[in-house]
């Protein structure tokens, strides 16, 4: 298994120039919130600062803003939640597999935790259980923990349960965390798209014997459960695009639904009616998240491809920061 | 309706049974492999399948695959019900026509009329005729044929109206009668039987032979054979004649022996004798000797099975097109 964390730096690097990347540390720094006031020294000022860190008498008598650190009274924890299940293996928007977004959403977000001394982990699991991997502060540490989600995304693997794994941090953590959650193009609301959603597909093509209960597909409304997480917990949003179902696929491919692993009938794909519901579905099913987020106070992005992923969690930050608070 | 494979729709059934068995073999093995190498994973599948669009489509679809199958099975018991060709049984009673019929025309002077009235006669028939033969022979003190035994009807039809045409003019005309005079003597009638009966070709077949014979037995001459003596010659050759005599009447009673002569010679030959006195009666007697012949000539009994396959074809034709358009509808 070749090592994941060398291609997230890669990425950080080949799309972020050195001005973004500080703008991305500068960001990042003020995700969190009651930082020690131990004054410690100055530095210039990088865009994503907080205003009021900026030491407005230093910067008079300087000429050029300078903000002030200070000591960090402790090591700050990020904890990345993401569902390992057959979902994360299913493929993105882009037609790269979610499991390689979300590995570098994490990667990043994981990496600039450790560029500042803070410690990461990861909630991660499928309808079988969750597992945790503890905080860790090393690069090794965040190389392992990708090579997690990595190793637990397959199809042989269990199904997805997302609601799963956020309830088990929600019962698992009493110390205020920066909980990454990256999620997918679920139905947060639950507005019935979860339960025998998928019944059609898998008898369409005959496959009634594996009917099964959907435990990915939130049948329940998540928005008391994110409410309670994020009065605990700082959080960011980042929702992986899923696949187009209605588009072409190469060689005309079967698409196979992930948790039935019933087949969508490409007669059925191809339906003018069809395809006209479905791009006014998915228009709205993306406003809709984010508008369940944005009410609740979380901030979220959703990534269609590699190389979003830099500048949309850059910009997920940067909301995050600004957001009323 | 029989069907005459019996044991074509057991070996369907066996050979449907065992694609089926094998259909389900495979795809319970495939399932069992799951994901497909060349499938798409998906995951979220309900963002689809909960759309009131997609339900319509899934039930059209259904109802397209319903069709599709229904389609297969009416295709394949139409082969099922070819292959074991249905044929529709009758029985039949045959009427032969391998008859043989040589028209024996007398045509001295006081027969002219009656000869006309044969030809004109069979000239009318010939149309009706399939597979017999016809042949013509003129005689007076010798026989000359007209035409030998044919079933060329054009030609035998255009002979016999110009035959026809030719005896009516016989007083300007007489050359149709060339060639039956060179006998010793004139009307010489058991020659002229006997030659009749010599036309008959392929003695060994299995045919009926008749020989209409038009004449008033009047002889004047020496023959070489009597009519008795010709009678018996055509009964030896299983040929039947039928006797037509316009002298046979009670104005000319000083020919009543011969009458009787050629009475009892046509009956034992085992045709039938009809004396008549007007020409317009041939085609009455004509008929009568037709039908006569037709009551004897039925054959046996036969079983006889015709392929009926027009039904099966058409829903087969129906089966496979609907399933084409079908299989195009669901792949286009």
Redesign the interface.
């Given at each position: 298994m070749p090592a994941l964390l060398p291609r997230v730096k890669t990425t950080l690097s080949i799309v972020a120039h050195r001005r973004v990347r500080g703008w991305l540390d500068g960001e990042y720094r003020s995700v969190f919130h009651g930082k020690s006031h131990d004054f410690d020294d100055l530095r210039p000022y990088v865009p994503g600062d907080e205003i009021r860190d900026i030491d407005w008498k230093a910067t008079a008598r300087h000429g050029s803003p300078l903000t002030k650190r200070y000591i960090a009274s402790r090591k700050q924890a990020v904890m990345i939640v993401v569902d390992s299940g057959?979902?994360?293996?299913?493929?993105s928007a882009s037609g790269e597999p979610?499991r390689d977004l979300a590995i570098q959403a994490a990667g990043v977000l994981g990496y600039l935790a450790h560029r500042h001394g803070d410690q990461v982990g990861l909630v991660t699991g499928d309808a079988s259980g969750s597992a945790l991997v503890p905080l860790g502060g090393t690069e090794g540490h965040l190389e392992r923990l990708l090579q997690i989600i990595h190793a637990r995304a397959s199809?042989?693997g269990s199904p997805?349960d997302f609601v799963g794994q956020l309830d088990y941090v929600a019962r698992r953590f009493r110390r205020r965390m920066l909980l990454v959650v990256i999620s997918?193009?679920?139905?947060l609301a639950g507005t019935?798209?979860?339960t025998g959603?998928?019944?059609?597909?898998s008898s369409?093509s005959?496959?009634n014997?594996?009917t099964q209960s959907?435990p990915?597909?939130p049948a329940s409304d998540l928005r008391p459960l994110l409410r309670r997480l994020h009065a605990q917990h700082e959080m960011i949003w980042v929702s992986i695009a899923?696949?187009d179902?209605?588009a072409a696929?190469?060689?005309g491919?079967?698409?196979?639904?992930?948790?039935?692993?019933?087949?969508?009938?490409e007669?059925?794909?191809r339906?003018p009616?069809?395809r006209?519901?479905?791009a006014e579905?998915?228009t709205a099913?993306k406003t809709e998240t984010r508008d369940i987020l944005d009410r609740i106070g979380i901030a979220s992005t959703r990534i269609e491809s590699t190389r979003d992923v830099v500048p949309k969690l850059f910009r997920l930050l940067e909301r995050h920061n600004h957001a009323g608070r | 309706m029989e069907l005459s494979f019996w044991w074509m729709p057991l070996l369907w059934a066996f050979v449907i049974a065992g694609v089926l068995a094998l259909a389900f073999v495979l795809t319970r093995r495939r399932m069992r492999r799951r994901p497909a190498r060349a499938a798409v994973p998906v995951a979220h599948t309900e963002r689809l399948t909960a759309l009131p669009a997609y339900r319509r489509a899934l039930t059209r679809y259904r109802a397209l695959l319903a069709l599709s199958v229904a389609a297969v099975v009416v295709a394949l018991a139409a082969a099922v019900v070819l292959s074991a060709r249905p044929v529709a049984v009758s029985a039949y009673q045959p009427e032969l026509r391998n008859r043989d019929i040589v028209l024996c025309l007398d045509v001295s002077g006081s027969m002219v009329d009656y000869d006309a009235e044969i030809v004109d006669t069979f000239s009318d028939l010939v149309d009706e005729f399939d597979g017999e033969r016809i042949g013509l022979v003129l005689f007076n003190a010798s026989a000359a044929t007209a035409f030998p035994l044919t079933s060329d009807y054009a030609f035998v039809e255009k002979q016999l109206s110009e035959l026809g045409d030719k005896m009516r003019n016989a007083d300007e005309d007489y050359s149709f009668a060339n060639g039956t005079l060179l006998g010793n003597g004139s009307s010489l009638i058991g020659d002229g039987l006997g030659s009749c009966v010599m036309r008959f070709d392929d003695i060994g077949q299995e045919r009926s032979r008749s020989i209409i014979l038009a004449t008033d037995n009047f002889v004047a001459g020496e023959q070489i054979v009597t009519l008795p003596e010709a009678g018996e010659f055509a009964t030896e050759n299983d040929v039947t004649v039928y006797g037509i005599n316009p002298g046979d009447v009670a104005s000319k009673s000083y020919i009543k022996d011969l009458a009787d002569e050629f009475e009892k010679v046509v009956a034992d030959t085992g045709g039938a004798y009809y004396a008549l006195d007007d020409p317009g009666a041939i085609p009455a007697i004509v008929g009568q000797i037709q039908s006569e012949q037709a009551a004897d000539m039925t054959g046996a009994t036969q079983i006889v099975k015709t392929d009926i396959p027009v039904w099966p074809i058409v829903a087969g034709l129906v089966g496979t097109a609907g399933l084409m358009f079908l299989g195009w509808r669901l792949k286009r």
């Open positions: 057959r979902d994360l293996a299913a493929v979610k199809l042989e997805s997918d193009d679920q139905a019935g798209h979860g959603g998928t019944g059609g597909a369409a005959g496959a014997a594996r959907t990915g597909a899923d696949a179902l209605v696929t190469p060689r491919a079967e698409l196979l639904d992930v948790q039935t692993f019933g087949e969508l009938p007669f059925l794909r339906d009616q069809v006209r519901e479905y579905r998915a099913q | -």
